[in-house]
């Protein structure tokens, strides 16, 4: 899994597969689920993301 926030644009990028995309679609006003030619979701796109969040480049990691 990778993550990546575009502080020009105000993107965060989630990708959670290397499969290609082929599909996406805009699930909600402003995020955009991407997904392969099998249905896996490949990627979330979080668009606006400094709205979303008071610190989008920061980011917590946990393991349960």
Do not use: F, R, W
């Not at 020009?8 to 995309?21: A, G, N, Q, W």
């Not at 997904?35 to 008071?54: C, N, R």
């Amino acid at each position: 899994m990778k993550i990546k926030y575009d502080k020009e644009t105000d993107i965060l990028y989630i990708k959670l597969s290397s499969l290609p995309v082929v599909e996406s679609n805009m699930e909600k006003e402003g995020v955009i689920l991407d997904y392969s030619v099998d249905g896996q979701l490949v990627g979330i796109e979080v668009l606006d993301a400094s709205k979303s969040s008071s610190k989008p480049n920061i980011v917590e990691y946990e393991l349960a």
